[in-house]
């Protein structure tokens, strides 16, 4: 299996198919209707990782505000990333909602399918590479953001994007 191109601004997003940390089939195509952001990261449990979507959790009420169906995307499998979510939510106050802002989705099987067709499969690492992917509405690519393995995303300049798909 060899990694695609980058997706070009414009056209339709690759569709794909993959398990949430609830178990639940998401399917892209069914996802139309309002904007959605992709998050590739490589690895659930890691410093980046971690520092990216604890920050994405402490923006929730701005994710939520955006329209946007948030979807994390990991080579992780789906019994990782449901242990994943439950140590995002641990800080959560009994005032605050446990759920996520976003779902956690295993591109585990087959092995980084889903990052290999946005062109975001790291062959050497065996995961995904840190890149965004904003879809409008119409799931066309919007906004491409990518970043090296060891550097986090800036959060505020995607939701801000998201914010203007609506």
Known sequence: MTTSPLP?????????????????????DRLAGSPVLLMFYPFAFSRVCDSE??????????????????????????HSLRAYAQTLTADFSEAESSELPFDLVSDFWPHGEIARRYGSFDQVKG??????????????LAHVQSVPAGTARDLDEALRLLGRLR
Not at 11 to 27: C, D, I, K, N, T
Not at 127 to 140: I, P, W
């Open 127 to 140: 995961a995904a590479q840190r890149s965004s992917f904003l879809l409008d509405s119409s799931l066309r």
């Open 53 to 78: 979507l604890q920050a994405l959790v402490a923006r929730r009420e701005r994710v939520r505000s955006t329209g946007a169906r948030v979807l994390a995307i990991s080579c992780d499998p789906v």
């Open 8 to 28: 070009v601004l414009g056209e339709q997003a690759p569709g794909f198919s993959g398990r949430s940390h609830h178990g639940e089939v998401l399917e892209l």
